[in-house]
T-cell receptor
Framework: KAGVTQTPRYLIKTRGQQVTLSCSPI?????VSWYQQTPGQGLQFLFE???????NKGNFPGRFSGRQFSNSRSEMNVSTLELGDSALYLC?????????????FGSGTRLTVV | DAKTTQPNSMESNEEEPVHLPCNHS???????IHWYRQLPSQGPEYVIH???SNVNNRMASLAIAEDRKSSTLILHRATLRDAAVYYC?????????????????FGQGTILTVHP
């Protein structure tokens, strides 16, 4: 079956712009999480959505937001981009957010802010 | 979230077994132990998870200490494709809206190098 699909794979944006990243989870998966990966901070949790509702949020400024649609597809948005937002953004999906299930990750979107 | 401690790096030879340790002395009774790995230029990949009993799947085995304060991920025959960063993660039981809900807390992991 198809894995987690993230689009676009690469993106270059200018400081101050906004960006929207897309994630299509595995069919049937209803929990979608987002992570930011940088060399300095490693993998950090951004937020998690289940049934179109944000259930948990990491320690990121309000410029980072997301949403989930009725088909479980998810988008994340970063407004007023800063140089420090350059990172690999990863989406992961699971049947549920239960601790007894693993998450499947996509290959990520590499965002470069110049 | 309870903390895990892993060695920064380990090395192995191809075709040999690899034992990747993880200490989690503050684990609670309901925390599950999860392992993920991340190959270069890819997103993390789920490997295995367990609660109390040892677990096996097609990728690896997970051995959990009787007191659950440590665990070991076992790759039975390492291949070059197993070279990756391996993360040991504790997942707490969480209700919707809780700070642990749907969240994986990644540490620095163990960089595994496999020699031909």
């Amino acid at each position: 079956k198809a894995g987690v699909t993230q689009t676009p794979r690469y993106l270059i944006k200018t400081r101050g712009q906004q960006v929207t990243l897309s994630c299509s989870p595995i069919s049937g998966h209803r929990s979608v999480s987002w992570y930011q990966q940088t060399p300095g901070q490693g993998l950090q949790f951004l937020f998690e959505y289940f049934s179109e509702t944000q259930r948990n949020k990491g320690n990121f400024p309000g410029r980072f937001s997301g949403r989930q649609f009725s088909n479980s597809r998810s988008e994340m948005n970063v407004s007023t981009l800063e140089l420090g937002d350059s990172a690999l953004y990863l989406c992961a999906s699971s049947l549920t957010a239960s601790q007894n299930y693993g998450y499947t990750f996509g290959s990520g979107t590499r965002l470069t802010v110049v | 979230d309870a903390k895990t401690t892993q060695p920064n790096s380990m090395e192995s030879n191809e075709e040999e077994p690899v034992h990747l340790p993880c200490n989690h002395s503050t684990i609670s009774g309901t925390d599950y132990i999860h392992w993920y790995r991340q190959l270069p230029s890819q997103g993390p990949e789920y490997v295995i998870h367990g609660l109390t009993s040892n677990v096996n799947n097609r990728m690896a085995s997970l051995a959990i200490a009787e007191d659950r304060k440590s665990s070991t991920l076992i790759l039975h025959r390492a291949t070059l494709r197993d070279a990756a960063v391996y993360y040991c993660i504790l997942r707490a039981r969480a209700n919707a809206g809780g700070t642990s809900y749907g969240k994986l807390t990644f540490g620095q992991g163990t960089i595994l190098t496999v020699h031909p």
